[in-house]
Protein backbone atom coordinates (compact mmCIF):
# COMPACT_ATOMS: atom_id res chain seq x y z
CA UNK A 1 0.00 0.00 0.00
CA UNK A 2 1.52 3.34 -0.97
CA UNK A 3 1.73 6.45 1.02
CA UNK A 4 -1.16 8.08 -1.06
CA UNK A 5 -3.52 5.06 -0.44
CA UNK A 6 -2.90 4.86 3.23
CA UNK A 7 -4.01 8.41 4.02
CA UNK A 8 -6.67 8.27 2.03
CA UNK A 9 -7.63 4.88 4.18
CA UNK A 10 -6.55 7.11 7.33
CA UNK A 11 -9.15 9.93 6.33
CA UNK A 12 -12.19 7.65 5.75
CA UNK A 13 -11.32 5.89 9.31
CA UNK A 14 -11.96 9.31 10.60
CA UNK A 15 -14.47 11.02 8.83
CA UNK A 16 -16.71 7.95 9.43
CA UNK A 17 -18.71 8.78 13.21
CA UNK A 18 -18.15 5.48 15.04
CA UNK A 19 -21.27 3.34 16.05
CA UNK A 20 -23.10 4.28 19.36
CA UNK A 21 -23.70 1.72 22.02
CA UNK A 22 -25.66 1.25 24.97
CA UNK A 23 -22.87 0.64 26.71
CA UNK A 24 -21.68 4.73 26.04
CA UNK A 25 -23.94 5.20 29.13
CA UNK A 26 -21.27 4.20 31.44
CA UNK A 27 -21.82 1.97 34.63
CA UNK A 28 -23.01 4.81 36.74
CA UNK A 29 -26.51 5.44 34.40
CA UNK A 30 -27.13 1.40 34.86
CA UNK A 31 -26.56 1.25 38.17
CA UNK A 32 -29.27 4.00 38.70
CA UNK A 33 -31.94 1.86 36.01
CA UNK A 34 -31.25 -1.24 38.14
CA UNK A 35 -32.12 0.97 41.59
CA UNK A 36 -35.56 2.35 39.82
CA UNK A 37 -36.15 -1.10 38.37
CA UNK A 38 -35.65 -2.60 41.68
CA UNK A 39 -37.85 0.00 43.79
CA UNK A 40 -40.78 -0.41 41.34
CA UNK A 41 -40.46 -3.71 41.64
CA UNK A 42 -40.91 -3.51 45.23
CA UNK A 43 -43.99 -1.05 44.92
CA UNK A 44 -45.87 -2.92 42.20
CA UNK A 45 -44.18 -6.78 42.38
CA UNK A 46 -47.97 -8.16 43.27
CA UNK A 47 -49.36 -5.62 39.45
CA UNK A 48 -46.71 -7.33 37.84
CA UNK A 49 -46.71 -11.04 38.69
CA UNK A 50 -50.39 -10.98 38.54
CA UNK A 51 -50.09 -9.84 34.98
CA UNK A 52 -47.44 -12.22 34.07
CA UNK A 53 -49.58 -15.09 35.12
CA UNK A 54 -52.29 -13.31 32.90
CA UNK A 55 -50.65 -13.68 30.11
CA UNK A 56 -48.92 -17.51 30.90
CA UNK A 57 -52.68 -18.83 31.57
CA UNK A 58 -55.01 -17.14 29.47
CA UNK A 59 -54.74 -17.33 25.80
CA UNK A 60 -56.97 -14.20 25.55
CA UNK A 61 -53.64 -12.11 26.86
CA UNK A 62 -50.78 -14.61 25.49
CA UNK A 63 -49.40 -11.60 22.93
CA UNK A 64 -48.66 -9.50 26.28
CA UNK A 65 -45.48 -11.28 26.44
CA UNK A 66 -44.41 -9.70 23.61
CA UNK A 67 -45.43 -6.67 24.29
CA UNK A 68 -42.03 -5.59 26.66
CA UNK A 69 -40.15 -6.33 23.58
CA UNK A 70 -41.30 -4.20 21.11
CA UNK A 71 -41.07 -1.43 23.71
CA UNK A 72 -37.53 -2.38 23.62
CA UNK A 73 -36.97 -2.77 20.12
CA UNK A 74 -38.79 0.84 20.01
CA UNK A 75 -36.38 2.44 22.77
CA UNK A 76 -33.42 0.58 20.38
CA UNK A 77 -34.83 2.60 17.08
CA UNK A 78 -33.64 5.89 19.26
CA UNK A 79 -30.98 4.74 20.45
CA UNK A 80 -28.53 7.65 18.65
CA UNK A 81 -30.91 10.11 19.89
CA UNK A 82 -31.28 9.40 23.43
CA UNK A 83 -27.43 8.92 23.24
CA UNK A 84 -26.71 12.35 22.45
CA UNK A 85 -28.59 13.38 25.22
CA UNK A 86 -25.11 13.96 27.63
CA UNK A 87 -26.32 16.19 29.89
CA UNK A 88 -30.17 15.49 31.04
CA UNK A 89 -31.55 18.35 32.16
CA UNK A 90 -34.08 17.07 35.36
CA UNK A 91 -37.69 18.19 35.20
CA UNK A 92 -38.05 19.21 38.81
CA UNK A 93 -41.26 21.52 38.13
CA UNK A 94 -43.67 18.93 36.39
CA UNK A 95 -41.52 15.54 36.76
CA UNK A 96 -41.32 15.60 40.27
CA UNK A 97 -45.21 16.71 41.76
CA UNK A 98 -46.07 13.95 38.95
CA UNK A 99 -43.76 11.49 40.36
CA UNK A 100 -45.19 11.79 43.96
CA UNK A 101 -48.90 12.63 42.59
CA UNK A 102 -48.76 8.71 41.56
CA UNK A 103 -46.74 7.32 44.45
CA UNK A 104 -49.62 8.90 47.15
CA UNK A 105 -52.56 7.84 44.15
CA UNK A 106 -51.13 3.93 44.51
CA UNK A 107 -51.93 3.67 48.55
CA UNK A 108 -55.31 5.58 48.23
CA UNK A 109 -56.50 3.17 45.33
CA UNK A 110 -56.05 0.09 46.94
CA UNK A 111 -57.53 1.60 50.07
CA UNK A 112 -60.30 4.20 48.70
CA UNK A 113 -60.96 3.89 45.35
CA UNK A 114 -60.07 0.08 45.16
CA UNK A 115 -59.72 0.43 41.13
CA UNK A 116 -57.79 -2.83 40.85
CA UNK A 117 -57.03 -2.35 36.86
CA UNK A 118 -56.08 1.33 37.63
CA UNK A 119 -52.70 -0.22 39.68
CA UNK A 120 -50.59 -1.04 36.31
CA UNK A 121 -51.54 2.17 34.50
CA UNK A 122 -50.28 4.50 37.77
CA UNK A 123 -46.90 1.67 37.39
CA UNK A 124 -46.83 2.57 33.41
CA UNK A 125 -47.40 6.34 34.51
CA UNK A 126 -44.90 6.47 37.13
CA UNK A 127 -42.36 5.22 35.03
CA UNK A 128 -43.04 7.87 32.27
CA UNK A 129 -42.57 10.16 34.91
CA UNK A 130 -39.48 9.08 36.41
CA UNK A 131 -38.00 9.32 32.80
CA UNK A 132 -39.29 13.17 32.71
CA UNK A 133 -38.10 13.88 36.17
CA UNK A 134 -34.57 12.42 35.11
CA UNK A 135 -33.81 13.25 32.09
CA UNK A 136 -36.38 15.80 31.21
CA UNK A 137 -38.51 16.93 27.89
CA UNK A 138 -35.87 15.78 25.59
CA UNK A 139 -36.06 11.96 26.99
CA UNK A 140 -39.42 11.70 26.66
CA UNK A 141 -39.61 13.16 23.55
CA UNK A 142 -37.91 9.77 22.60
CA UNK A 143 -39.12 7.27 24.84
CA UNK A 144 -43.26 8.13 25.92
CA UNK A 145 -43.95 5.42 22.99
CA UNK A 146 -42.05 2.62 24.64
CA UNK A 147 -43.49 3.52 27.64
CA UNK A 148 -46.76 3.80 26.65
CA UNK A 149 -47.24 0.77 24.62
CA UNK A 150 -46.79 -1.09 27.98
CA UNK A 151 -50.21 -0.33 28.03
CA UNK A 152 -51.26 -3.09 25.57
CA UNK A 153 -49.61 -5.77 27.80
CA UNK A 154 -52.18 -4.83 30.61
CA UNK A 155 -55.07 -7.18 30.76
CA UNK A 156 -58.70 -5.48 31.12
CA UNK A 157 -60.85 -6.26 34.47
CA UNK A 158 -63.20 -8.88 33.96
CA UNK A 159 -66.54 -6.80 33.75
CA UNK A 160 -64.94 -4.79 31.14
CA UNK A 161 -63.69 -6.88 29.32
CA UNK A 162 -67.61 -8.80 29.14
CA UNK A 163 -68.64 -5.40 27.86
CA UNK A 164 -66.69 -5.30 24.87
CA UNK A 165 -66.91 -8.76 23.81
CA UNK A 166 -70.41 -9.06 24.04
CA UNK A 167 -71.06 -6.42 21.50
CA UNK A 168 -68.57 -7.84 19.12
CA UNK A 169 -70.36 -11.20 19.72
CA UNK A 170 -74.20 -10.34 18.49
CA UNK A 171 -72.28 -8.29 15.26
CA UNK A 172 -70.79 -11.63 14.14
CA UNK A 173 -73.48 -13.55 15.00
CA UNK A 174 -75.84 -11.33 12.84
CA UNK A 175 -73.27 -10.83 10.28
CA UNK A 176 -72.67 -14.27 9.87
CA UNK A 177 -76.36 -15.96 10.24
CA UNK A 178 -76.89 -13.41 7.33
CA UNK A 179 -74.11 -15.02 4.97
CA UNK A 180 -74.97 -18.24 6.09
CA UNK A 181 -78.42 -18.14 4.83
CA UNK A 182 -77.23 -17.07 1.10
CA UNK A 183 -76.46 -20.57 1.13
CA UNK A 184 -78.85 -22.86 -0.88
CA UNK A 185 -81.58 -25.09 1.74
CA UNK A 186 -80.05 -22.95 5.02
CA UNK A 187 -81.59 -20.67 7.08
CA UNK A 188 -79.92 -18.94 9.87
CA UNK A 189 -81.06 -16.65 12.57
CA UNK A 190 -78.55 -14.87 15.18
CA UNK A 191 -80.56 -14.88 18.69
CA UNK A 192 -78.26 -12.52 20.63
CA UNK A 193 -74.56 -14.35 20.34
CA UNK A 194 -75.99 -17.60 19.52
CA UNK A 195 -76.84 -18.92 15.91
CA UNK A 196 -79.98 -20.73 15.06
CA UNK A 197 -79.09 -23.36 12.13
CA UNK A 198 -82.32 -24.98 9.82
CA UNK A 199 -80.25 -27.17 7.41
CA UNK A 200 -82.30 -29.10 4.54
CA UNK A 201 -85.57 -28.47 6.70
CA UNK A 202 -84.02 -29.96 9.41
CA UNK A 203 -83.05 -27.79 12.89
CA UNK A 204 -79.23 -28.42 14.25
CA UNK A 205 -79.08 -28.80 17.86
CA UNK A 206 -77.13 -27.09 19.49
CA UNK A 207 -77.26 -23.93 17.87
CA UNK A 208 -74.06 -22.36 17.00
CA UNK A 209 -72.76 -20.12 19.68
CA UNK A 210 -70.08 -17.29 19.31
CA UNK A 211 -68.66 -17.93 22.51
CA UNK A 212 -65.78 -15.37 24.44
CA UNK A 213 -63.32 -16.92 22.35
CA UNK A 214 -64.89 -16.18 19.25
CA UNK A 215 -65.81 -12.62 20.28
CA UNK A 216 -62.37 -11.55 18.01
CA UNK A 217 -61.28 -9.33 21.34
CA UNK A 218 -57.99 -11.70 21.42
CA UNK A 219 -57.55 -10.76 18.09
CA UNK A 220 -58.20 -7.05 18.22
CA UNK A 221 -55.90 -6.54 21.35
CA UNK A 222 -53.16 -8.54 19.53
CA UNK A 223 -53.65 -6.23 16.14
CA UNK A 224 -54.24 -3.17 17.79
CA UNK A 225 -50.50 -3.46 19.38
CA UNK A 226 -49.05 -4.55 16.32
CA UNK A 227 -50.72 -2.40 14.30
CA UNK A 228 -49.48 0.72 16.02
CA UNK A 229 -46.11 -1.13 15.90
CA UNK A 230 -46.20 -1.14 12.51
CA UNK A 231 -47.75 2.84 11.31
CA UNK A 232 -44.98 3.86 14.17
CA UNK A 233 -41.63 2.27 12.09
CA UNK A 234 -42.77 2.46 8.54
CA UNK A 235 -42.32 6.37 7.93
CA UNK A 236 -45.47 7.92 6.48
CA UNK A 237 -47.15 11.24 6.60
CA UNK A 238 -49.65 11.72 10.24
CA UNK A 239 -52.53 11.55 8.57
CA UNK A 240 -51.80 7.92 6.99
CA UNK A 241 -50.46 6.79 10.35
CA UNK A 242 -53.61 7.72 11.90
CA UNK A 243 -55.82 6.20 9.59
CA UNK A 244 -53.93 3.00 9.81
CA UNK A 245 -53.94 3.02 13.56
CA UNK A 246 -58.35 3.97 13.13
CA UNK A 247 -58.45 0.91 10.90
CA UNK A 248 -57.79 -1.41 12.76
CA UNK A 249 -60.05 -1.79 14.83
CA UNK A 250 -62.70 -2.34 11.95
CA UNK A 251 -59.90 -5.24 9.84
CA UNK A 252 -60.02 -6.74 13.42
CA UNK A 253 -63.67 -7.30 13.24
CA UNK A 254 -64.27 -8.26 9.64
CA UNK A 255 -61.57 -10.63 10.44
CA UNK A 256 -63.63 -12.21 13.43
CA UNK A 257 -66.70 -11.96 11.22
CA UNK A 258 -64.54 -14.37 8.39
CA UNK A 259 -63.23 -16.49 11.13
CA UNK A 260 -67.26 -17.56 12.66
CA UNK A 261 -68.82 -17.40 8.99
CA UNK A 262 -66.22 -20.33 8.36
CA UNK A 263 -66.91 -21.83 11.27
CA UNK A 264 -70.22 -21.85 10.94
CA UNK A 265 -70.23 -23.69 7.01
CA UNK A 266 -67.57 -26.18 8.57
CA UNK A 267 -70.38 -27.24 11.58
CA UNK A 268 -73.30 -27.25 9.00
CA UNK A 269 -71.64 -29.16 6.19
CA UNK A 270 -68.78 -30.67 7.41
CA UNK A 271 -68.02 -32.33 10.95
CA UNK A 272 -68.48 -30.71 13.94
CA UNK A 273 -65.67 -31.76 15.78
CA UNK A 274 -63.38 -29.20 13.26
CA UNK A 275 -65.49 -26.19 14.46
CA UNK A 276 -64.03 -26.63 17.81
CA UNK A 277 -60.47 -27.34 19.68
CA UNK A 278 -57.68 -27.29 18.35
CA UNK A 279 -59.10 -26.79 14.66
CA UNK A 280 -61.04 -23.79 16.19
CA UNK A 281 -58.01 -21.74 17.50
CA UNK A 282 -55.96 -22.82 14.70
CA UNK A 283 -58.84 -20.91 12.34
CA UNK A 284 -58.11 -18.28 14.89
CA UNK A 285 -54.39 -17.77 14.20
CA UNK A 286 -54.77 -17.66 10.66
CA UNK A 287 -57.06 -14.64 10.89
CA UNK A 288 -53.90 -12.53 12.13
CA UNK A 289 -52.21 -13.05 8.80
CA UNK A 290 -55.10 -12.33 6.90
CA UNK A 291 -55.94 -8.53 9.14
CA UNK A 292 -52.42 -8.20 8.02
CA UNK A 293 -53.00 -8.71 4.30
CA UNK A 294 -56.03 -6.18 4.44
CA UNK A 295 -53.83 -3.81 6.69
CA UNK A 296 -50.91 -3.80 4.13
CA UNK A 297 -53.28 -3.23 1.26
CA UNK A 298 -54.61 -0.13 2.39
CA UNK A 299 -51.26 1.07 3.70
CA UNK A 300 -49.89 0.11 -0.12
CA UNK A 301 -52.87 1.90 -1.30
CA UNK A 302 -52.22 4.64 0.59
CA UNK A 303 -48.88 5.72 -0.27
CA UNK A 304 -49.39 4.74 -4.01
CA UNK A 305 -52.65 6.77 -4.44
CA UNK A 306 -52.08 9.53 -2.51
CA UNK A 307 -48.12 11.55 -2.96
CA UNK A 308 -47.28 14.62 -0.89
CA UNK A 309 -46.35 17.78 -2.42
CA UNK A 310 -43.07 17.83 -0.82
CA UNK A 311 -41.85 14.21 -2.29
CA UNK A 312 -42.42 15.08 -5.59
CA UNK A 313 -38.92 15.99 -7.40
CA UNK A 314 -38.91 19.54 -8.79
CA UNK A 315 -39.34 20.09 -12.65
CA UNK A 316 -35.61 21.21 -13.80
CA UNK A 317 -34.86 24.50 -15.40
CA UNK A 318 -34.58 23.99 -19.08
CA UNK A 319 -32.27 26.63 -20.45
CA UNK A 320 -31.94 27.36 -24.56
CA UNK A 321 -28.78 28.63 -25.30
CA UNK A 322 -28.09 30.01 -29.06
CA UNK A 323 -24.61 29.99 -30.17
CA UNK A 324 -22.71 32.71 -31.74
CA UNK A 325 -23.08 31.60 -35.59
CA UNK A 326 -27.25 31.33 -35.37
CA UNK A 327 -27.35 34.85 -33.96
CA UNK A 328 -25.02 36.22 -37.13
CA UNK A 329 -27.24 34.05 -39.43
CA UNK A 330 -30.18 35.57 -38.29
CA UNK A 331 -28.94 38.99 -38.25
Given at each position: MNQNQSSEHVQTAEGSAPEKRWLDLGVHAYIRIACIACLIWLIFREEINGIVRQWITNPSWSHGLLIPLFSLYFLNQSKDEILEIRQPQSSWRVGLPLMLFLLALYPVNMVMLKFMYGNPLIMIALLGSVVLFLGGWRLLKYTWLPVAYLFFA???????????????????SQVAAVILSLFPQLEAQATGSIINVVYKGVTMEPGLDVADACSGMR????????????????????????????????????????????????????????????????????????????????AALMENLFVDEDEQEPLEDVIVRRSSTTQSQES
Open positions: VPLPGRLYFQLTNPMRQIALVMAFVALGVAMAYLHWRPIWQRLILLASTLPIAILCNIVRVTITGFIYILGNPKYAQGIYHDMLGMLMLPLAFVLYGGL
